[in-house]
Each structure stands twice: as structure tokens, then as C-alpha cells.
Nanobody, 124 residues
């Protein structure tokens, strides 16, 4: 069993920055690939980015490339999402995710574990 807790959401103006954190726990947590998804009101949950637990390789959805950065702490139980140049369309609830399968990390339906989410609001 893996438990995930997000923090760091809030209100920011367009063009600003925000950092989200996800703290994981559980016996095999360090062996899970980690990722971020988001869900805006009235929309489906979508992939934002992910980091591979083996080699720290990352992948991002096109709309956040160059603006968002995912990293893991040395202890491997903390993942951060640094969000820069935020836009109003980035407004959503952001969810931390963990799954052992890298190939399907972009698919919400394939994720084993979810956090409860943290709200990010970007004002124009």
C-alpha cells in the first residue's frame, strides 16, 4: 500500500510560480514511478508529468513543457512539481500519482495510487 499527500497549492497571478510537493509512504513506495495529473472543473483528469524511479527520466504533456519541472528528493519519498510562467488554463486540482508501470504513466485509468489533490488557481 502506498499513501500520497500533496501540498503547496494556492492562488497565484498569471506569470507567477508555484511549487507543489508530494510525500509518499509505504513499504515499496521508492519503487514506484511518480507523476502529476490535473483536473479542471468540468473536464477529465489529464496527465501533467512523471518521473521514473529507476533513472529519474521525466516526461511532460506538451502544454507544460519548458514551464513545469518534476524532481525527486534524495530520500526518494518526496516529489516536487515546480510550475513557472503559470497561465489561467493551468487552474485545476493537481493530483500526485504512483504506479509501477512507466509505459502507462500518462493514463489516469492505469494509475494504482492517488493523492487527494491540491487546488491551484491562476488568476488573469
Amino acid at each position: 500500500q502506498v499513501q500520497l499527500v500533496e501540498s503547496g497549492g494556492g492562488l497565484v497571478q498569471a506569470g507567477g510560480s508555484l511549487r507543489l510537493s508530494c510525500v509518499g509512504s509505504g513499504r515499496t513506495y521508492s519503487r514506484y514511478h511518480m507523476g502529476w495529473f490535473r483536473q479542471a472543473p468540468g473536464k477529465e483528469r489529464e496527465f501533467v508529468g512523471a518521473i521514473n524511479w529507476i533513472d529519474d527520466n521525466t516526461r511532460y504533456t506538451n502544454s507544460v513543457k519548458g514551464r513545469f519541472t518534476i524532481s525527486r528528493g534524495n530520500a526518494k519519498n518526496t516529489m516536487t512539481l515546480q510550475m513557472d510562467s503559470l497561465k489561467p488554463e493551468d487552474t485545476a486540482v493537481y493530483y500526485c500519482a504512483a504506479d509501477p508501470r512507466w509505459a502507462t504513466m500518462t493514463r489516469p485509468g492505469g494509475i494504482d495510487y492517488w493523492g487527494k489533490g491540491t487546488l491551484v488557481t491562476v488568476s488573469s
